[in-house]
T-cell receptor, first 114, second 115 residues
């Protein structure tokens, strides 16, 4: 079965330190990959996507993600975390490369402390 | 101001009652989706529609129904057959396979609670 895994339910980081939120997927072919962020009781906001090309993609709010085909991973990174980055982060995969029919990971709660 | 509007933001349902969640988009997207979010489970696809007057079941369609009579609108009905409807419901839309422009845009969600 196709799946997306975010191995950490929670990630704790001090403000100013780099952060990484991990994502691996089990989907055949060359799917599109996405990261979304969710603030409490709100919808999902798009951060970035990988379709093809450079393995390092840059997105909104200083976030970037590194695609590794051999490890089927798409980890989210930021060089210097802000308290305002604290939120729930979702990795998602589009197996058919057709738009919003996505398979989501279970989410990772990011907590950035001052 | 373009986007996806979901209403209401909060909804309370009595046992045995059907309720309808509204989703409207003005992004001119062909495709629309309904997801259900439960704590610790990520989002799961309920129904999706890639074109007007057509829709398909997602992974957890039992107890739900939809219609797509207009491009802009994709209402979701939670029927009495849905045994555990308390959840956060998210509507999304996207272009259909347009290269490089495929990310989904989400509404702000409706929190449904059974009382």
């Amino acid at each position: 079965a196709q799946s997306v895994a975010q191995p950490e339910d929670q990630v704790n980081v001090a403000e100013g330190n780099p952060l990484t939120v991990k994502c691996t997927y089990s989907v055949s072919g060359n799917p599109y990959l996405f990261w979304y962020v969710q603030y409490p009781n709100r919808g999902l906001q798009f951060l970035l996507k990988y379709i093809t090309g450079d393995n390092l993609v840059k997105g909104s709010y200083g976030f970037e993600a590194e695609f590794n085909k051999s490890q089927t991973s798409f980890h989210l990174k930021k060089p210097s975390a802000l308290v305002s980055d604290s939120a729930l982060y979702f990795c998602a995969v589009d197996p058919n490369n057709q738009g919003g029919k996505l398979i989501f990971g279970q989410g990772t709660e990011l907590s950035v402390k001052p | 101001d373009g986007g996806i509007t979901q209403s209401p933001k909060y909804l309370f349902r009595k046992e045995g009652q059907n309720v309808t969640l509204s989703c409207e988009q003005n992004l001119n997207h062909d495709a629309m989706y309904w997801y259900r979010q439960d704590p610790g489970q990520g989002l799961r696809l309920i129904y999706y529609s890639q074109i007007v007057n057509d829709f398909q079941k997602g992974d957890i369609a039992e107890g739900y129904s939809v219609s797509r009579e207009k491009k802009e609108s994709f209402p979701l009905t939670v029927t009495s057959a849905q045994k555990n409807p308390t959840a956060f419901y998210l509507c999304a839309s996207s272009n259909n396979g347009v290269q490089g422009n495929t990310e989904a845009f989400f509404g702000q969600g409706t929190r449904l609670t059974v009382v």
